[in-house]
């Protein structure tokens, strides 16, 4: 089969998504498939298989930033790429963004297969947009959804059936990792984009808690952006426990997993999963995270993990607490989590997406 595989977002940029198209690129290949990306990207990226258009301009979203290419212009450029490459289904990731995906959804010869990934509370964007996507959601002939919460959010305003596929990840490539050269401690460990959502403040505050019991605890951050400013507001006594390793690419990831005994996961809401859990479980680490709705999709409080009220750094100290000092707990969740990692392994996942092509081309047969 041969796939056209779009991302909204720049290429040249780190972000769930253009993880998830790359591992599925990859992934549908070893299967057999024929694949071509197409994204907007800020520098030219000689990748094969991957066709840049159009340049993305940085846009305020979700309380994130995102890298978006919103410039009709491009739209000519991702019509010939799909007549060249001649796909027989079109899959679309986030296509009511307005950049590459959308303008690929409209102009697609071939069956389209949409990826939702986004939750939110509400969007008025979207329901003021919703007369004009209608058309477009109407058009679709397979819809995916990465988790019930993402489901939830887009069925607000478009009912209508959508199949439920996780997010995939390279299991054994974290699980294994040899271990990173850290300093020593008990290494509880955080990764993400240093943005207000992502709680980073609130793993600053619930460290001050955490040191009292376990002197020896250091917070490891695997990441960088505006909440930064956390780490140099903590006192003296936090902030010398506090390794800050700026931004780390996925592929060098693993081994900061593997050093670490507690994974830490504080994102205040609009999470729609949680790729980052998955991969910490992949390397046998338990979770001490926020009970939002696509956190505890991937991680089962109790099982997995320890989920504690979003915000709350009294309660996430005390569910690093428990998993530092009680090592039944620990190795008991531990184990809970390698296991449940091998749902979301990037084999299980690609099959049930190449299920969905399947139905979809045979509906544009029809």
Known sequence: MRIALVCPYAWDAPGGVQLQVRGLAVHLRDRGHQTMVIAPSLRNWPEPGVTIVGRPIRIPFNGSIAPICPDPRSRPRIRAALREFAPDVVHVHEP???????????????????????????????TAASPVLARL????????????AAAGFVQRTFPGPLRIVPNGVDVDRFRRSGPAHLPPGRCVLFVSRLE???????????????????????????????????????????????????????AELPPYLRASEVFLAPATGRESFGIVLVEAMAAGLPVAGSDIPGYREVVRNGVEGLLSRPGDADALADSVLSLLTNSSLRGRLREAALQRADRFRWERVAEEVEEVYREAVTVGQA
């Open 137 to 148: 959601w109407h058009r679709l002939a397979g819809r995916i959804a990465v988790s019930r």
């Open 96 to 126: 009511f963004v307005p950049s590459t995906s959308l303008y690929a959804a409209l102009s697609s010869p071939a069956p389209v297969v949409a990826t939702f990934h986004s939750y939110m509370e509400r969007s008025l964007l979207l």
């Open 196 to 250: 207000p959502r992502k709680g980073f403040r609130v793993a600053v505050q619930a460290m001050s808690d955490v040191l009292r019991r376990v002197p020896d605890a250091l917070l490891v951050v695997v990441g960088d952006g505006p909440e930064r400013k956390a780490h140099a507001e903590a006192p003296t006594a936090v902030r010398e426990r506090i390794l800050m390793l700026g931004a780390v690419s996925n």
